[in-house]
T-cell receptor, first 112, second 117 residues
Framework: DAKTTQPPSMDCAEGRAANLPCNHSTISGNEYVYWYRQIHSQGPQYIIHGLKNNETNEMASLIITEDRKSSTLILPHATLRDTAVYYCIVRVAWGANSKLTFGKGITLSVRP | NAGVTQTPKFQVLKTGQSMTLQCAQDMNHNSMYWYRQDPGMGLRLIYYSASEGTTDKGEVPNGYNVSRLNKREFSLRLESAAPSQTSVYFC????????????????FGPGTRLTVT
């Protein structure tokens, strides 16, 4: 399975865009990139996923490089409630290996 | 629609005691999962159930057993608790249909905080 590398932490100012990077240099052609986040003491929450095209939903945007070796999750207007651990995960979409493997993630701190 | 519920929320056990963590979902999902999260760490998969009647080992299955009682419920049992099993346990479910390339997000419960002394 491909693994991901994320910096341990970052911060941003409230109202500004938060750009969370993720490296997945060994990603396979059939593996998707998923982002989940975990607000303190709660269960993880799905944010967004993509294969090779950029994706946007009501929570965030996902930018995947053309070679698919890295991606960036963008929270366009971060709020204090976005302070959380963000997990970048790669996995196949189907089959017996279709399970989520969580690393340590990146801790985002949004400051007032 | 309660989503994924877990009981109990907190539990303290002594070494060697046994207990069962309960998980239920009301979203008619096919797949259910048990994860553990140690302090400062990501989640690790213990067991999963792709569909009613099937269970498979995840990354860290030793010391645990599971039962997929029906489509709604997936329980995790510790037969002889050890201090190394002190952790937060999360149950999750998804609509995954194995063998297809459709994506279904996993929904997580609030967690059970277990301490083994």
């Amino acid at each position: 399975d491909a693994k991901t590398t994320q910096p341990p932490s970052m911060d941003c100012a409230e109202g500004r865009a938060a750009n969370l990077p993720c490296n997945h240099s060994t990603i396979s052609g059939n593996e998707y990139v998923y982002w989940y986040r975990q607000i303190h003491s709660q269960g993880p929450q799905y944010i967004i996923h993509g294969l090779k095209n950029n994706e946007t939903n009501e929570m965030a945007s996902l930018i995947i490089t053309e070679d698919r070796k890295s991606s960036t999750l963008i929270l366009p207007h971060a709020t204090l409630r976005d302070t959380a651990v963000y997990y970048c995960i790669v996995r196949v979409a189907w089959g017996a290996n279709s399970k989520l493997t969580f690393g340590k993630g990146i801790t985002l701190s949004v400051r007032p | 629609n309660a989503g994924v519920t877990q009981t109990p929320k907190f539990q303290v056990l002594k070494t060697g005691q046994s207990m069962t963590l309960q998980c239920a979902q009301d979203m008619n999902h096919n797949s259910m999962y048990w994860y553990r999260q140690d302090p400062g760490m990501g989640l690790r998969l213990i067991y999963y159930s792709a569909s009613e009647g099937t269970t498979d080992k995840g990354e860290v299955p030793n010391g645990y057993n599971v039962s997929r009682l029906n489509k709604r419920e997936f329980s995790l049992r510790l037969e002889s608790a050890a201090p190394s099993q002190t952790s937060v346990y999360f149950c999750a479910s998804s609509e995954d249909t194995w063998g297809t390339d459709a994506f279904y997000e996993q929904y997580f419960g609030p967690g059970t905080r277990l301490t083994v002394t």
